[in-house]
T-cell receptor
Framework: AQSVAQPEDQVNVAEGNPLTVKCTYSVSGNPYLFWYVQYPNRGLQFLLKYITGDNLVKGSYGFEAEFNKSQTSFHLKKPSALVSDSALYFCAACDSWGKLQFGAGTQVVVTP | EAGVAQSPRYKIIEKRQSVAFWCNPISGHATLYWYQQILGQGPKLLIQFQNNGVVDDSQLPKDRFSAERLKGVDSTLKIQPAKLEDSAVYLC????????????FGEGSRLTVL
């Protein structure tokens, strides 16, 4: 069975500073990993995915994620956070049937 | 391209009543998902359809929840009778196929059970 853990309920960062949202996974076989973002009163939006290849994956809105097989991690990063990045971020893992298992989510608060 | 449409956006009912949610996926998307998102938690998959067949409904409480996707297009999720713990946002999502992992979500239907 696959599982995803997001150890931080909330991350606070000042605008312009780098942002990191942590995720670890437990998946049998090759992991398919994803990040989604949820803005208030909106549905989830796909940010980026890792299937295979380069460990650094680039996605929407300047976000990127680093896959680390030895640490079973897939942390989301942004070099310079914006106030508009304040949202709920979900890490997810996918099995071969497309069943997406989400983490509990991390609230990101970017202050001006 | 039109997104995933869901209705109603909000519903308030009393326990033991019934409720139905409707979802129209993006045109041409073969896979449709219903997720339950309880406040403070990540979305939990209730049921996954591939065209009009069920791929996974292992976490669907079948004594009270039912879902169908007639003709492989739009879908309905029903709860009967509702319990207090069913208060949640019900998210519908679709994807081009079952193995992409790139889901397009609707805005959700928020259910409050009193």
């Amino acid at each position: 069975a696959q599982s995803v853990a997001q150890p931080e309920d909330q991350v606070n960062v000042a605008e312009g500073n780098p942002l990191t949202v942590k995720c670890t996974y437990s998946v049998s076989g090759n992991p398919y990993l994803f990040w989604y973002v949820q803005y208030p009163n909106r549905g989830l939006q796909f940010l980026l995915k890792y299937i295979t290849g380069d460990n650094l994956v680039k996605g929407s809105y300047g976000f990127e994620a680093e896959f680390n097989k030895s640490q079973t991690s897939f942390h989301l990063k942004k070099p310079s956070a914006l106030v508009s990045d304040s949202a709920l971020y979900f890490c997810a893992a996918c099995d071969s049937w497309g069943k997406l298992q989400f983490g509990a989510g991390t609230q990101v608060v970017v202050t001006p | 391209e039109a997104g995933v449409a869901q209705s109603p956006r909000y519903k308030i009912i009393e326990k033991r009543q019934s409720v139905a949610f409707w979802c129209n996926p993006i045109s041409g998307h073969a896979t449709l998902y219903w997720y339950q998102q309880i406040l403070g938690q990540g979305p939990k998959l209730l049921i996954q359809f591939q065209n009009n067949g069920v791929v996974d409904d292992s976490q669907l409480p079948k004594d009270r929840f039912s879902a169908e996707r007639l003709k492989g297009v739009d879908s309905t999720l029903k709860i009967q009778p509702a319990k207090l713990e069913d208060s949640a946002v019900y998210l519908c999502a679709s994807s081009r196929d079952y193995n992409t992992g790139e889901l397009f979500f609707g805005e959700g239907s928020r259910l409050t059970v009193l």
